[in-house]
């Protein structure tokens, strides 16, 4: 991928994150805790998908996305091991 287009792609999703946490608060503050979850959830994975992009990966599926982001960054110690927890609890609190 060009250094553009990469660039791009990490601005892109990463700006989608900071929307959805932004939606999250709101709907935390409406007391809408399920939907704040979702887009919690949703948030999550549009910054799993740009860390993703740096090693140029990206999958469609969840769980694709969520294997990767754990071999590349938590198995590999670049992020702690209780984030894998979390993502898990984020997952199932979205379905």
Do not use: W
């Amino acid at each position: 991928m060009q250094p553009d287009a990469m660039a791009d792609l990490l601005k892109l999703r990463l700006e989608s994150a900071g929307t959805l946490l932004v939606s999250a608060r709101l709907l935390i503050d409406a007391d809408d805790y399920k939907s704040a979850a979702n887009r919690s959830y949703y948030a999550v994975f549009a910054a799993m998908r740009a860390c993703l992009a740096l090693r140029e990966i990206d999958h469609k599926k969840h769980s694709g996305v969520m294997s990767d982001f754990r071999l590349h960054f938590i198995k590999t110690g670049k992020l702690k091991t209780e984030l894998s927890d979390i993502l898990s609890e984020l997952f199932e609190v979205r379905t």
